[in-house]
């Protein structure tokens, strides 16, 4: 009995640890978008808006010049619950060398990319033991640094924005050793994932290309194999009402946040119950062997497609050699489309 009420305390925690994860980011957003107005107009304390305001003008660029990553945060215990939730795992296939900075493109998004950030943006899956002396940046949207407190929970993991200012800085003023992670196919992606599903946006997203040859980084081909089956994604017949809602709000999502809106489902807070948590099935990220790029100030269109194929070449190889061993039939293709 004591056995089974250790398993179902650790099987609650991580649940906890999940299910936290996105109100945590809407809770401490709300911190500052009600309370600095607040102080400002309707009590005594002004002062203490102005300085949070001036802090955050003094601050803006942060995000963009290397943020400021906090070892203590990237190893919480909150996130070895929640990579033992599915479980995650980090695989290398190959070492990555501090002597070289890296772009680590990742496939596919999935809905909300849970195996970029437990590998990538926490220790919980041991990169920095993985990958000794190389210092990894997941690439995200920039409009999250634009809000107070949120700015500084996401930066203190080493998160960055996915923007040109911010990934050439990470590659060309930080020395060597830096690794920034890209979920290539974007949010667009999202809608394509699926269980079952192996297709990724990526004959048209090469600014990730480019911006290696402009700084010399090594291109590093990355899958999360198991990303598209923790959630049923639901896609509702054209010429319905409920089609026509949904179609209206990736609409909307779309243009305020630059986000697709997915009508997806999982679990509930037990495993046979139906809910929006991820179900519990396992994401293996394989990380493969780095693409030497050279380093051209102005690369030309030629160049960058030719370095995009090598890079294509590179994942599919990547997948085929791995998916039957993370739970894909052999006959199973990469689709790019």
């Known amino acids: 009995m004591a056995f089974l009420s250790r398993l179902d305390l650790q099987e609650c925690l991580q649940t906890l640890s999940v299910l936290q994860w996105i109100p945590v980011y809407i809770f401490l957003g709300a911190i500052p978008v009600f309370l600095i107005p607040y102080f400002l107009v309707f009590t005594k304390f002004w002062i203490l808006s102005v300085l949070a305001l001036a802090w955050l003008a003094y601050d803006w660029n942060t995000h963009s010049q290397g943020g400021r990553r906090s070892a203590w945060v990237r190893n919480w215990t909150l996130w070895k619950y929640f990579q033992n939730y599915f479980p995650i795992k980090l695989v290398k296939t190959h070492d990555l060398s501090p002597k070289h900075n890296y772009i680590i ?14 590998n990538f943006a926490t220790e919980a899956t041991g990169f920095a033991r ?31 924005p996915v923007s040109g200012l911010a990934l050439k800085y990470l590659l060309t003023q930080k020395g060597s050793g830096n690794a920034v992670v890209i979920v290539a196919g974007g949010a667009a992606e999202a809608l394509l994932c699926r269980p079952g599903a192996s297709t990724i946006y990526l004959k048209e997203r090469k600014g990730f290309v480019k911006l290696a040859l402009k700084t010399g980084a090594y291109l590093v081909p990355s899958y999360s194999f198991g990303e598209n089956e923790v959630h049923n994604q639901e896609t509702f017949p054209e010429g319905t009402w409920i089609r026509f809602f949904q179609k209206t709000f990736q609409a909307t999502f779309k243009k305020i946040l630059g986000l697709n809106f997915c009508t997806f489902h999982g679990r509930g807070l037990t495993r ?29 269109k030629k160049t960058v497609d030719k370095y995009h194929a090598l890079y294509i070449g590179a994942l599919r190889k990547l997948f085929d050699q791995h998916k039957v061993q993370y739970g894909l039939p052999e006959t199973q293709e990469l689709t790019i489309i």
């Open 105 to 118: 493109a990742n496939h596919p998004h999935g809905i909300v990319s849970y195996g970029v950030f437990i």
């Open 130 to 160: 993985i990958f000794p002396a190389i210092t990894p940046s997941v690439g995200t949207l920039e409009w999250i640094f634009w809000i107070p407190i949120v700015r500084d929970y996401v930066m203190s993991m080493g998160v960055c």
């Open 272 to 300: 046979e119950s139906w809910g929006f948590l991820p179900f519990n099935r396992p994401i293996t990220t394989v990380v493969g062997e780095p693409l030497p790029i050279p380093k051209i100030k102005r690369p030309d």
